[in-house]
């Protein structure tokens, strides 16, 4: 097997601390409050807002704030062995974590007994769907205009032979050492999200951290990228 890296160059040429590319547009779905479409090497996310709107069913309402939904999904063909259709343990476990990383984000008791829905569909995946699904699904809800004390950025780092990594690629996923993935408020700095996958020296497991809060940063703005243009855009019209 050819080594994930060598003379400080990854597979796909990568510096250790370089990001895959990433680009986001806001407002890409006609029927949706918000919307936002993003790549990120070969990852493709699509995500959909709706709402706030009627609670439904009426009995899981809040009498106090919106209830938030979200639903992360991965299209059968996203991924090189077709993907069984619909839920199961690992996208319950992503819109769950997701979910609460967008709770601390949002001003929810703004809108008591509604609800707002966020749907990520996964259409082609290469590791870090999770990272490209928040990043995504909090641009669309800015675009839905949802109040918002912040954005929520995600970016994961990683340790692939002996070195740490930011924002590992499929090959390094499955051959790596460690993946942690994490989600941010960009202007509070607060984590909202950090999950770990593999071994690291609470060293590394520092240089890791500090290196993904730099990819967030990042994202972040790509992010603001994206909004800017999507509001031009609208003032030209
Ligand atoms: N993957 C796959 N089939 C599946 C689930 C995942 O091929 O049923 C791949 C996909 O490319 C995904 C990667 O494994 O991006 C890593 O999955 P993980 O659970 O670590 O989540 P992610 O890195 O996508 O957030």
Redesign the pocket.
């Known amino acids: 097997m050819t080594e994930l890296i060598k003379n400080g160059k990854r597979q796909d040429d990568r510096k250790p601390e370089e990001m895959r590319d990433l680009s986001i547009e806001a407002g890409v779905l006609k029927r949706a409050d918000g919307s936002a479409y993003l790549e990120w090497g070969s990852n493709k996310v699509i995500a959909g807002v709706f709402g706030p709107q009627k609670c439904i069913p009426q009995h899981i309402s809040n009498p106090y704030k919106a209830i938030l939904k979200f639903r992360y999904n991965?299209a059968p063909f996203s991924?090189?062995?077709r993907?069984r259709p619909g839920p199961d343990r690992?996208s319950t476990e992503i819109s769950k974590v997701s979910k609460e990383a967008l709770e601390s984000a949002l001003i929810l008791r703004h809108f008591p007994n509604t609800m707002i829905e966020i749907f990520v569909e996964v259409l082609q995946?290469?590791?870090?769907?999770?990272?490209a699904s928040l990043t995504a699904a909090s641009v669309a809800l800015a675009d839905a205009g949802v109040p918002m004390k912040d954005m929520v950025a995600a970016c994961a780092a990683g340790k692939i032979g002996d070195e740490v990594v930011l924002d590992l690629a499929?090959e390094e996923?499955n051959a790596g050492k460690a993946?942690v993935?994490i989600a941010i408020k960009p202007k509070s700095g607060d984590i909202v999200l950090l999950q770990m996958?593999g071994d690291l020296t609470p060293e590394e497991f520092d240089e890791t951290l500090s290196l993904a809060k730099e990819g967030c940063m990042k994202v972040s703005e790509e992010q603001q990228k994206a909004l800017q243009e999507k509001y031009e855009m609208e003032e030209g019209e």
């Open positions: 991965m991924v090189d062995d993907k690992r995946a290469a590791a870090g769907t999770r990272c499929k996923d993946d993935p996958d």
